[in-house]
C-alpha cells in the first residue's frame, strides 16, 4: 500500500476508444466496468473463483445503466449486495467493492475487512471518483485490513449512461435547486454543482478525453445586472475544469486536448422540452403511461381468460426500436405495416391465419402465429408489440387532435402564426387537455414575450381556463432566463434565443435538409450550436471557453472537423416552406430489413465509416435535456462523422418538465425521484 497513490489511476490497458477499433460512449464505459474493472480481479488464485459485488446506492445505478445481471455473472460474480444492507460473512470468498470514495462508505469497507473474522477473504476495491487524501490514510492506518487488499483504484465512472450516446448526472431536481425561489441562499446550490461537476469530470477520465470545456456566458453586459443563475453554466464549467485538472496525473491521460465540451442550461431554448416531437420515441414517451423506459401491455391469455399484463423495456437491444425510434410516428407506422405485410408474405401459417381474418392481423392472431411457428416467438412478439404501441399512438393522435395543434406549435415558432391563430385556436377548442393548452402558450410566450406582460397573460390563462398553478409555471419560465441582454424598462418577461430578437419567429427553417414529413420541421437550437462547435464558430462573446485554444490550434481543428464531415455545409439560404407531406431524411432511415429483425444500430449504417471518426463533441444541458436534443446527437453523429453525446441532469419528457418548472417559485426544495433503472 505504499506506492497506492500511484496504483490507484486508470488501468493501463487500452480505454480509450481512439485505439484501432472505434468504440461508442455507452459500449466503452461497459466495457470498463465488465472488463477493466470485474475482469482484472479473475487473476491467480482468484481465476477462477465466484465472488461478491458490493455496491453503494449510487453505484448500483451505473453499473445497471451500463450492464446486465448476465454480464456481471459472466464475469464471475455469484452474489450483487448492497453496502449498507444487512450481509452474511462468507469467508471463503473474495469480494469487490465498487463505492464512492465517502467517509461513510469507508468506515463501513473497514468493518468489513478488519479484526480476526472480516466479511470476506480478499478486498477488491475500486472508487467511482477521486479518493480524497485524509480517506486513503484512514485505512492505511488499520494494520489488519492492508494484507487483506487485492486492489485498490480509481475508477472514475460516476456518471449513468442512459443511451448509447447520452448520460445524466442523476440530478432530477437541479432546476429547483439552481434556479430555484431560493437556490441562491440554499446549501444545496454549491452541493449540487460540485457532485455534477465531479460525474462529468469522471466522463473524461473513464474516456480518456481532455476537452476544451466551452460554456454559454452570462448574458448580461453590466457586472452589476447578472444573476447568480445566469452564471450558473459559467459556475459548472470553472468546477469542471478544476476536477478535470487533476486527472492530468492519470496514466495516458492526454494533457492536450482531444475534444469539446460546451455547457449549457435551458435558458437556450425553452421550447424544445414543452412542443411536441413527433418522433416515435418521443411520443411514447409524451403519450402513454409509461415508467421510464417501461411499457405495459395487454397480451391474450393462453387459457383463453382475462387479458394478461405483460411488462417491456423499449431499449437498444430490440432491434425493431432501435430502428424505429427517431423516425416520425407516420412513418414508423408504414414501416410496421410494411413488416407485417412482408413477413405474413413469407411465412404459410400467417397467411392462414390473414386469409381467415379478412387480411387484417390483431394482435391475438400474432399470438396464434407464434404458437404455430414457435421459431418465430421472438421476431413476431417485437412486431406486434409495437405494431401495437404504434397503432395506441396514433388513436391518441386522432382523440386528441394534436396534429391541428401541433401545426400551430410549428407554426408559431417559425413565424407562419400569432395571436390570431393562438387565440383562435384557444377558442375552438375549449375541451383540449389543459395540459396541451399551457403548452402552447408557453410556446406563445416564448415567441412573443410581450403579449404576456402586466395582466395581459391572466387574460389569456382566463380565456384557456387554466388555473393560477399553470400561470406560476409560465412566469417561473423567467427565472431559467436570468438577465435579460438588454435593459429594458416595458420588457418584463423577455425570452431570448441564440440571441436574436424576432417578432414573428424563433428558429429559421434549416437550409440543406432534405424533404421530411409533415410536422418535422421542428429543431431544437442545439442542432445549429453543435454545427457551430464543429466548425468553430460559436460567438466568442456568447459562449466562453476556460481554455481557449490558439488561433493555430483552431484552425487545425475546424480544417480536421471539415475533412470528417460527410456532407458539405449548405449554402445559407432561405427556402420557402411547404405544408405537403414529406418524407424522412435519409439519417432517420437506418439500415433496417423487411422483418425488423436483422436492422443494425443507427450508428453502424453504410453512411458512417468509424474508421475516419473525427474528435467527439460533449454537450451537457443543465436542467434536462429533451428527445429532440437527443435525436440531434444521433443525427448530427452521422452528419458530421464525430461522435456527439449529450450529458444532462436529466432527460425529461414534457410533463415531468412542467411538473420541475411548477416547483420554481416553492420556497423548499423537494426531493423527486427519477425514473428506477433494474439490472
Sequence with gaps: MNDSKSAMSLSDSESSSHGSEYKFFRQTSRDRLLLEMLGSTRTGDSRSTWKVLIMDKVTVKVMSHSCKMSDITDQGISLVEELFKRREPLPSMDAIYFIQPSKENIVMF?????????????????FSSPVPK?????????????????????????????????????????????????AENSRKFDACLNVMATRIATVFASLKEFPHVRY?????????????????????????????????????FPQTETCELLILDRSVDQIAPVIH????????????????????????????????????????????????????????????????????????????????????????????????????????EKLSLHVE??????????????????????????????????????????????????????IYACVYPEKFEGDKASKLMQLARLSEEDIKVVKNMQLIVGSPVTKKATSSFSLKFDNQKTKQAARKDRTGEEETWQLFRFYPMLEELIEKVSKGQLAKNEYSCMNEPSSTVQETTTKA????????????????????????????????SDDGYSSDSVLKNTSLDLRKMGKRVFVFIIGG????????????????????????????????YITKLKMLSETEVQQQDGPRFFF
Design 110 to 126: 473497514l468493518s468489513d475487512m478488519s479484526g480476526r473474522e472480516p466479511l470476506y477473504k480478499t478486498a477488491f476495491v475500486f
Design 134 to 182: 485524509e480517506l486513503v490514510n484512514h485505512i492505511k492506518s488499520d494494520t489488519s485490513v492492508l494484507p487483506r487488499i487485492g486492489a485498490f483504484r480509481e475508477m472514475n465512472l460516476e456518471y449513468f449512461p442512459i443511451d448509447s450516446q447520452a448520460f445524466t448526472t442523476d440530478h432530477e431536481g437541479a432546476l429547483q435547486e439552481l434556479y430555484g425561489a431560493n
Design 216 to 252: 454559454r456566458a452570462a448574458k448580461a453586459s453590466d457586472a452589476s445586472e447578472v444573476t447568480f443563475r445566469d452564471t450558473v453554466p459559467t459556475k459548472l464549467a470553472a468546477a469542471v475544469w478544476n476536477s478535470l485538472s487533476k486527472y492530468k496525473s492519470i496514466p495516458n
Design 277 to 380: 416531437e413527433w418522433t416515435y420515441d418521443a411520443m411514447c414517451h409524451d403519450l402513454l403511461d409509461m415508467d421510464g423506459n417501461k411499457y405495459v401491455l395487454e397480451v391474450p391469455s393462453k387459457m383463453g381468460g382475462e387479458p394478461e399484463k405483460k411488462e417491456v423495456i423499449l431499449e437498444d437491444n430490440d432491434p425493431v426500436w432501435l430502428e424505429l425510434r427517431h423516425a416520425h410516428i407516420a412513418d414508423a407506422s408504414e414501416r410496421l405495416h410494411d413488416k407485417m405485410t412482408n413477413f405474413v408474405s413469407k411465412n404459410k401459417a400467417a397467411q392462414m391465419q390473414s386469409a381467415r381474418d379478412g387480411g387484417e392481423i390483431s394482435t391475438r392472431d400474432m399470438q396464434k402465429i407464434v404458437q404455430a411457428l414457435p421459431k418465430y416467438k421472438e421476431q413476431v
Design 389 to 442: 404501441i404504434a397503432g395506441k399512438i396514433n388513436k391518441i393522435i386522432r382523440e386528441l387532435g394534436l396534429r391541428e395543434l401541433g401545426q400551430l406549435e410549428q407554426d408559431l415558432v417559425f413565424g407562419d402564426a400569432g395571436a390570431k391563430e393562438v387565440i383562435n385556436f384557444i377558442r375552438m377548442n375549449q375541451d383540449a387537455s389543459p395540459e396541451n393548452k399551457l403548452r402552447l402558450l408557453m
Design 561 to 592: 472537423s471539415a475533412r470528417s464531415s460527410n456532407a458539405p455545409v449548405a449554402p445559407e439560404k432561405k427556402t420557402p416552406h411547404s405544408m405537403r407531406s414529406r418524407r424522412t431524411a435519409t439519417w432517420a432511415r437506418p439500415n433496417h
Design 625 to 656: 435535456a429533451t428527445r429532440s436534443e437527443l435525436r440531434v446527437c444521433h443525427k448530427l453523429t452521422t452528419k458530421l462523422g464525430r461522435e456527439v453525446v449529450l450529458g444532462c441532469t436529466s432527460l425529461d419528457d414534457p410533463p415531468q
